[in-house]
Every structure is written in C-alpha cells, then in structure tokens.
C-alpha cells in the first residue's frame, strides 16, 4: 500500500517555512516578461532612472530569450511568440544597455520582422507603442470614450463590460482620445521593424467593425446635450472612474496593466510626472516587484490572499490542526481581508452586502467567487459566524441566471463583444460562468455548508455544468491549464453536491481522465488547449496537473484504482523535482497571451491530493 505520510510531512514543513509574518504566503504570482519589459519602458519614459531596477529586470529579459532569437510564453510553445519578441526588444533597447548592433537583438529583430513585424503584433502591445510614440494611433477610437455615458439599459455600456475590461478600457478610451504619446531623447526608433508602411486604419481590420463602431457612435447620438458638452463629461467621468477605483498602494484595481495604462491616461490629462497620484501609482507597481532566481520580476498583482486560503484550507485538510500558529496566523489574515466596502459588482447585484475576499493583498474593493469559497474553506472550522455568513450570502447572491458562477461579477457575459475591435474581447470584457469556478463553488456548498442538494441554487449549478461538459467528458477551465483543471473543478463540486459516480457525465470523465494519463503515472497538459479549444497533450507530467488529476478522480472512487495509485506514486516520487515541468504556467488570464505560473501549486495541489488519498484509503 502507498504511504503518503512522508510526502505530507514534507509539503508542511515547506509551507511552515515559507509562511511570511504576518500569517500569509507570498509566493511569486509569475506572468512571463511582459511586466518586467513594460517596467523597463515606463520608468525610462518618465525618466526615473531606477538603475538598479532596470539593469536586474533586463538581466532576467536576457535570460529569457531563446537560441531563435525570440523569446516564448510558455516552454513548448513552438517557434516562439512575436508579441513578447517586441516587447523584450524594445525594452533592452530602451535600457539603454543594449543597443542595435548586439547579435542578441540581431536575432530577434530578423524573429520579429520574418513573423510580420509589428503589424501582427497583439492590440495591447500597439497601445503600449502608440503612447510612447513608436506606432501612430489609429484614425477611428478603439471605443469612443462617450460609451462610459451610456445607461445601463443600452445592449452594451460601460458596465456589460467585466471589471477587468473597464479597469483596462477606462485609460486606453482616455489614450486614444487625446492620441497620447510621449517619446524621450532616449527612446529607441522601433520604425525598422515595420514590414510595410503603416496604414492609419490597420488596427481595424473588417468592415463589421466600422458598423460597431458607428452603432456606438448612434447610441451616444442619443444621449442628451450637444456633443462636445458630453466629450467633456465622459473625459470626466473616466477621470472619477480611476480616481475612485484607486486601492491604497496607489495601484488602479491592483493590476500592473490598468496601473500603466493609467499613469499615461492621467498625464494625458495634463497631470505632472510628479503629481502624488502618478508617485503612488509608481511606487505601488514597484511594491509588487519579487525576486526569482536572483532576479527582480515586477508582479501583474500580488497573490497573498489566494495562497493563503489554498494553503489554510490545504493544510488543515492534511491533518493541521486549526489551533496550529501556522493555521491561527493565516486565517487570522485571510479574516483582516474579507471585504466590507461595496464595489463595482454591486451594479448587477443590488441585494447583497459584501462579504466576499479578493485575490491580492491589497484588494479591498474587486471580491471574487473563488478567492470566497478559498478562504471559507480555510477558516471553515473556527468560531467566526459573522465573517462566515457574511461570506455565504454573496456567494449565493452571485450566481448568474444561467445558473453558473463567474469569477468577479454577475451576468457580465453579453456576445455582442465578439463583433468588437478589441482583441480577445471574450477574456478582456467578458467574466462568463465557468467550469472551474461553478464546480468549486459547489463542492464548498456540498463539503462545507448544509445546503441542501435540492436547493435551488444547488440543482441550477449542476444543470449548469452537466449542460456544459465537452463531448469528451471533460470541462474547460477558465483560470487554469486548462481541461484538467475544469475536469477536477467539475466532478469534486458534482461529487460533493451528491451526484452519483455512476453518474453519465462523472463516468465519462472518469473515462478521459484515464485515457490521457501518461505512462509514468502523471498528467500533464499544454498551455496550447486553450487557445486550440480542445486538449492538447503536454507530452510530459507536472505535479499540478497530476495532482488535480488524482484528485479527481480519489473524489468519485471507493477504492484506489490503478490510475489513482500510479498518479500518487509520481506525486511522491516527484515533489522535490526541480525542472521545467515545475515552471510551466498553470495559470492562465488571455489565451494565447497571458499565462501564470503560480508558485504556490506545486505544493498546495499535491498536499491535497494526498491528504484525500490518505483519509479516504489509508485511515
């Protein structure tokens, strides 16, 4: 019989070592290099010559960068990725510790310009181009910026769009209004990298876009007051927008994107470099600098919260007591973080309180349904009814009426922005019900709470997501990598809300979970299933991915089958590993462009996965 004692005392005496004072844990929340180059760009464009800084995070950029030239998302993305080759480019140049003639940036300008140059590049990354004056801005708005006038019961105004689309949005409307740039004497000509003459209209490619953007413009025709009256007032309103949405670190929702995008938005706006809001805005983006290998990577955000209730929640699972210091001093954090102020999710849920918990450390206004149930779970066992009930009532206030949950905010998932010209509208401007984060809010209703399995909110969520399982048997997973983390997400919240393992979809989960097992007992899976939209095999194990996998699958199992002893043995016999599998996003936010590797899973998920091992087969 498999022992997995051993490899829990392990995972817990890393986390006890890890766990910072004040009771959380700040592992690296690692997006790739787009940060570190845009970090790079943004203190040279405002000329604050953070040495130090700059010199370390072009290190890292270096260090990053493939024999091609170019420079990958993620390790088995094929021949590298054009968007993150420009952005690691222009920063060393703009470091000005590089210069042209270095044969690193010989081979990824012939990368850059024999993928199509900057013309191909992703939208985000022409904005960045445009506003420090390497691209022209195009001649029509990405959105007109009016659009933030537009009531609430227009087919889409400012709030149809997710969180994360206006804290992004709301600088670039402001941007491109005043076709904002701002180059140095120090900035680099970025020109040679252009494969033709730049067209003024070449960011809106289709004529169904045009059409959209002439819908808006009707739509704004609409509004009362003469038009330059109701330019003036949207400028306004997204002035207030960021002001009021500013979190006490200086950062705009916490993000380092909507944080950038903003300093350039409000110097726009006529505001001096040295004005107190961009001061803060900068020194809370270098708050979340961390250190990897030695060197610095700036944080898109912190992932305290996250950590910290995976981790209280893993932990007590594997048999830590909750009087533990290291148990006490996390939920005694995860408590100081629930929310008490009323955010922006209050515009399409008007009844509830708040209640919820955010994701990063300083998050006090942007609550999310999985960082909810996370810390629920976590401080599930102690004497705290007020936080718990606070914590309940949004969770269940929060289900969409398709009868899924999303991430942030609640029936935020309108189609028409497919037909609009911003790239991955469906990641950016969409929060849509998922897979994952129904599924786990279910197995907290059924493990955690005495729902009962006939409530209304319960039955809704399993219609939800047995009407949304794939042909194969799996789910897609919105936030992770990507089928196998939907899978798990499904089939413990099915599980724990009483639906049967003889059940036709656990079965067929069941069945494709060990029909893509690997040979050496582990799972793995690509970065490239998302994008693809079906699963694309990783071609080699990672702990993560065969950690959600077991689990799975111990969760619907009487008695360890095969698959599940081969997947815990590869989980002992691997959890000190060391290599690129350890590295490879879990995480992700965009398809095909934004993937996080989390340094916290490979600990969490296997300590899981092992404590359910041991209490459901070995006790």
């Given at each position: 019989m498999t022992n997995t004692r051993k490899g829990i005392d392990w995972l817990v005496e890393v986390l006890r070592r890890d766990q910072s004072p004040d009771g959380s844990w700040n592992y690296p929340f690692e997006t790739g290099l787009s940060t570190d180059a845009y970090m790079i760009i943004l203190l040279r464009t405002l000329e604050i010559n953070d040495e130090e800084l700059i010199k370390g995070l072009a290190q890292r950029i270096l260090s990053k960068q493939e024999k091609s030239g170019a420079w990958k998302l993620f390790y088995d993305e094929q021949n590298g990725n054009l968007t993150?080759?420009?952005?690691?480019?222009?920063?060393?140049?703009?470091?000005?510790?590089?210069?042209?003639k270095d044969e690193r940036l010989q081979k990824a300008k012939k990368f850059i310009l024999s993928n199509g140059g900057i013309e191909e590049i992703s939208m985000f990354t022409k904005i960045m181009l445009a506003l420090t004056g390497q691209l022209n801005w195009p001649s029509l708005p990405l959105l007109p910026i009016e659009i933030i006038l537009l009531p609430l019961y227009f087919p889409i105004n400012f709030y149809s769009f997710s969180v994360y689309g206006r804290a992004n949005l709301t600088p670039i409307m402001v941007l491109a209004d005043k076709k904002f740039s701002l180059r140095t004497n120090r900035s680099p000509d970025l020109s040679e990298l252009l494969r033709n003459r730049e067209e003024p209209d070449s960011w809106i490619r289709s004529d169904e876009m045009r059409t959209l953007l002439s819908f808006f413009e009707e739509g704004v025709k609409n509004l009362i007051g003469l038009p330059q009256q109701l330019h003036k007032q949207a400028i306004v309103r997204a002035e207030k927008y960021m002001l009021e949405h500013i979190e006490q670190d200086g950062t705009f929702y916490s993000y380092y994107s909507s944080t950038f995008l903003m300093i350039f938005a409000f110097l726009s706006l006529g505001y001096k470099k040295n004005?107190?809001?961009?001061?803060?805005?900068?020194?809370?983006?270098?708050?979340?600098?961390?250190?990897?290998?030695?060197?610095?990577?700036?944080?898109?955000?912190?992932?305290?919260?996250?950590?910290?209730s995976l981790i209280g929640y893993a932990l007590q699972e594997a048999g830590i007591s909750t009087e533990d210091p290291m148990v006490v001093k996390a939920n005694h954090y995860l408590l100081e973080k629930q929310h008490d102020k009323f955010?922006?999710?209050?515009?399409?849920?008007?009844?509830?309180?708040?209640?919820?918990?955010?994701?990063?450390?300083?998050n006090t206004i942007n609550p999310d349904v999985d960082d909810t149930t996370?810390?629920?779970?976590?401080?599930?066992?102690?004497?705290?009814?007020?936080?718990?009930?606070?914590?309940?009532n949004w969770l269940l206030s929060m289900q969409n009426d398709d009868g899924g949950w999303a991430a942030f905010e609640k029936n935020t998932d309108t189609k028409l922005f497919e037909?609009?010209?911003?790239?991955?509208?469906?990641?950016?401007?969409?929060?849509?019900?998922?897979?994952?984060?129904?599924?786990?809010?279910?197995?907290?209703?059924?493990?955690y709470t005495n729902l009962s399995i006939d409530h209304q909110s319960i039955k809704k969520g399993v219609k939800w997501l047995v009407d949304h399982q794939e042909y194969d048997g799996s789910w897609y997973g919105r936030w992770g990598i990507c089928y196998i983390y939907g899978t798990w997400g499904a089939v413990t919240g099915l599980s724990a809300v009483g639906v049967p393992e003889?059940?036709?979809?656990?079965?067929?989960?069941?069945?494709?979970l060990q029909h893509i097992q690997n040979k050496d007992g582990g799972w793995g899976e690509s970065c490239y299933s998302d994008s693809k939209q079906t699963y694309v095999p990783l071609k080699a194990s990672t702990l993560t991915?065969?950690?959600?996998?077991?689990?799975?699958?111990?969760?619907?199992?009487?008695?360890?089958t095969t698959a599940i002893r081969k997947g815990i043995t590869y989980l002992i016999e691997n959890l000190a590993r060391e290599d690129w599998t350890t590295a490879y996003p879990k995480g992700q936010g965009m398809a095909g462009?934004?993937?996080?590797?989390?340094?916290?899973?490979?600990?969490?998920?296997?300590?899981?996965?092992?404590?359910?091992?041991?209490?459901?087969?070995?006790?």
């Open positions: 993150a080759t420009v952005e690691s480019y222009y920063a060393l140049l703009y470091s000005g510790y590089f210069d042209k004005h107190p809001v961009i001061t803060a805005a900068i020194n809370g983006i270098k708050v979340m600098k961390c250190t990897i290998d030695g060197l610095p990577h700036m944080q898109y955000t912190t992932a305290n919260v996250w950590n910290t955010g922006d999710w209050v515009i399409h849920n008007r009844t509830s309180l708040p209640g919820g918990w955010g994701f990063s450390d300083v996370a810390s629920l779970r976590s401080i599930s066992r102690m004497n705290s009814a007020n936080a718990w009930n606070r914590g309940i037909f609009l010209p911003i790239e991955k509208a469906e990641f950016i401007l969409t929060d849509p019900s998922c897979a994952d984060i129904t599924g786990r809010t279910l197995e907290f209703f059924g493990n003889s059940d036709e979809s656990i079965q067929k989960a069941i069945q494709w991915h065969t950690a959600w996998a077991v689990d799975t699958l111990i969760s619907v199992s009487d008695k360890p462009a934004f993937y996080i590797h989390y340094h916290s899973y490979r600990y969490i998920f296997p300590l899981l996965a092992l404590a359910h091992y041991r209490k459901k087969f070995e006790t």
